[in-house]
């Protein structure tokens, strides 16, 4: 396919010509098999190196990699999506090929190969003088020198490159190309988008915006937590925005702060970044005479409402059934 859902929804508001090319229904039949691995942090630690990335951009199933990790940043036990360093995108036209990178990538992360920690190494042999510098420091006292001694770190251990000890493994690796992601030429940098409520996926397309040169303005809601602007997933990194305002008592005060948080930025879109700044963005954008969905549509955050909507408008929706017993679903169900 070339795009995500993430890159999609930001051609819809922004970039009606690449969504007009994006095509209706995906290919069939499928021509090649793929998936998207969230990574998975076994250590935790400063990162001083990610050599396994390294590895995985040389795999023959290697599409992208979505990650926020860098020389110095801090890596945590990943124990839910939030604190997955990243996902790694695979796709081969051989099913075969792309189990075994797969499990190739699953087994870098049970050694810990993904990333070199700054940390202390904690010596399991019997420790000696030589262990801790102090044989050449006990040898200077004795004529009466004075040495001083420095604990020994990771990052000042010799050993082989992880790059290479895998190649020996997957000789397969080598000159292997990647995909380069497709670049927007939209000139947006003198264009504002506003986002309301950008957490978790939110943060992504936050990101992507940003990526094509668009200046974001976060507008939070009345009522949304602290907590809640935290919820942003550890790929998205470190958020960054042009402005972050709050939202007024009115509609008109809230676009007048929007207004002033652009500056002599033009204002082309007001998303919303979640599900609490859905009827936001609506009412924002509707205002603003920018591409909305509206305020009229009676429970347009319900589900059920808008896979209708897309149905009536031609576009593939899912099968679906409600009530409020359960004779009305049961002949949905046994379908």
């Known amino acids: 396919g070339g795009y995500s859902q993430v ?11 690449a969504f007009e090319r994006l095509p209706d229904a995906p290919g069939s039949p499928f021509k090649s098999h793929g998936l998207q691995l969230h990574l998975v942090s076994y250590g935790e630690g400063t ?24 020389i110095g940043a801090e890596v945590d036990y990943t124990t839910d999506l939030a604190t997955s360093p990243g996902a790694c995108l695979l796709m081969n036209e051989d099913e075969a090929k ?32 030589m262990t801790f510098g102090l044989a050449s420091a006990a040898q200077d006292a004795k004529v009466g020198g ?49 986002v309301t409520d950008p957490y978790s996926t939110g943060c ?19 009522g949304f937590s602290d907590e809640m602007k935290a919820h942003t997933p550890m ?6 925005y042009h402005a972050e305002i ?49 305020t009229q549509i009676a429970n347009r955050r319900d589900k059920k409402v808008q896979q209708e909507l897309i149905r009536d408008a031609g576009m593939r929706s899912a099968r679906q059934a409600a009530g409020k017993k359960w004779e009305d679903v049961a002949e949905f169900l046994e379908k």
């Open 146 to 194: 004075h040495r001083r001694v420095k604990s020994f770190h990771l990052d000042h251990m010799e050993r082989p490159s992880l790059l290479r000890i895998m190649s020996n493994d997957r000789p397969d690796l080598a000159g292997q190309a990647t995909m380069m992601k497709r670049v927007s030429t939209v000139d947006a940098s003198k264009e504002a988008v506003v």
């Open 246 to 294: 709050a939202e007024g008592e009115t509609l008109a005060e809230t676009i007048q702060g929007i207004y002033k948080a652009a500056g002599k930025l033009r204002v082309v879109a007001c998303i919303a970044g979640g599900e609490a700044g859905v009827d936001c963005a609506d009412a924002v954008s509707e205002r603003m005479n920018l591409r909305t969905n509206g």
């Open 7 to 17: 890159e999609a929804s930001v051609d819809a508001w922004l970039d009606p010509e």
């Open 98 to 129: 792309l189990k075994k990178d797969v499990d190739f990538v699953r087994h870098l992360e049970e050694i810990n190969g993904l990333f070199t920690y700054k940390t202390r190494v904690e010596s399991l042999a019997r420790p000696t003088a």
């Open 204 to 222: 992504l397309v936050v990101n992507e915006m940003s990526r094509r040169g668009y200046h974001v303005i976060a507008l939070w809601t009345r």
């Open 47 to 70: 990162v001083i190196s990610t050599p396994g990335f390294e590895v995985m951009r040389r795999l023959p199933s290697f599409v992208s990699l979505s990650t926020s990790v860098t």
């Open 235 to 240: 790929a998205a990194g470190i958020m960054r």
